[in-house]
């Protein structure tokens, strides 16, 4: 229906800039401080970020109603 592409659209667009936001402070934070523990702990959090962004729009998209 019209109300849950809506709802998936706006789940998306907010994401994307949810995901851009943490990038940009993870990106400013590891120019600064350039410490190889805490690289790593950006990219796997960032990458779980990712994971969990595109579960939840799979699970959007599946829902019905």
Not at 49 to 58: C, G, K, T, V
Request: proline share 2%; glycine share 10%.
């Amino acid at each position: 229906s019209r109300e849950n592409k809506e709802r998936q659209m706006t789940n998306l667009i907010t994401g994307l800039i949810g995901i851009a936001g943490v990038c940009t402070f993870l990106g400013i934070m590891l120019w600064w401080i350039k410490a190889v523990p805490l690289i790593i702990i950006c990219v796997l959090v960032m990458a779980l970020l990712i994971y969990d962004f595109y579960q939840s729009l799979r699970a959007n998209g599946n829902r019905a109603g």
